[in-house]
């Protein structure tokens, strides 16, 4: 029986260095005579036009390593979690077969645990989706969260009254299957071989990167392209309209924040998400955590699935 191909699981918060070390990782392995290829984790990246803001890989990046899962949908439609998991799993799967090892990178708990483990997802239905977000629309996510607290008390207590697109899809599963549980499953993997791995940044550089990414977001012309993707439909993009640094330039753009104050915000707001995703990873006892600030982390992580650990 041949031995299945491993599936590597980069992981770590914004401004971390996971895309730069999947890049050199992937080209260590190749250049050892194990081609690679990476499957995007991040929610953002999968939308066209949206580049500044979250970071995407260059073009020559994107050359040098070929990529999954990246500029695949319009940022007008709504990317979910299921289909998330979907299309990852396939990717993963098809690159197996092809004799690739896929390298997953994310910085989100529930997209990659999503796809690496037994996460089964309850059923919708447009009309009812429909019914709620109209209801959205109407009363506000507070107003609304008050309706979900009022039907389910405890999965209102597990989401932000802010969280329109959480409240609307715990009332469409209510409405569907009469509940709803907002806990995570337990950590079981779906798929074989998978070896995850952490990158851990001190946390006063961390901050300093973060707000000094935001900055070169800003001179590389953020706002410009959040101009112009307003224009094709931004604001009603449920997803794409929620990113970091897309939702402040918005407000900017609406006259609800100074360019200043949208700039501050962006920066706050990555820093909070960032500590967030350290928390989510935390919990799991499967990560093999590395320094951020290591070279040679690519060769470390080589040396685990048994590669030489030089050349």
Known sequence: MVAQLPLIVLIGPTASGKSSLAIRLATLLAGRGQPAEIVNADSMLVYRGMNIGTAKPTAAELAAVRHHLVDIMDITEAASVAEFQSMARAAIDRLRGQGVVPILVGGSSLYIRAIVDRFDFPGTDPVVRQKWQDELDRIGAPALHQVLAERHPSAAESILPGNGRRIVRALEVIELTGDFNPQLPEPVYALDEVHQFGLHPDRAEMDARIAARVDQM??????????DLAARGLREGLTASRGLGYQQVLAY???????AEARQATIDGTR???????GWFARDPRITWLSAADPHADETIAGHLGLPAGK
Do not use: I
């Open 218 to 227: 800003w001179a590389d012309g953020l706002v410009d392209e959040v101009r």
């Open 253 to 259: 753009l609406g006259g609800e924040l100074s360019e």
């Open 272 to 278: 909070r998400f960032a500590r967030k995703q350290l």
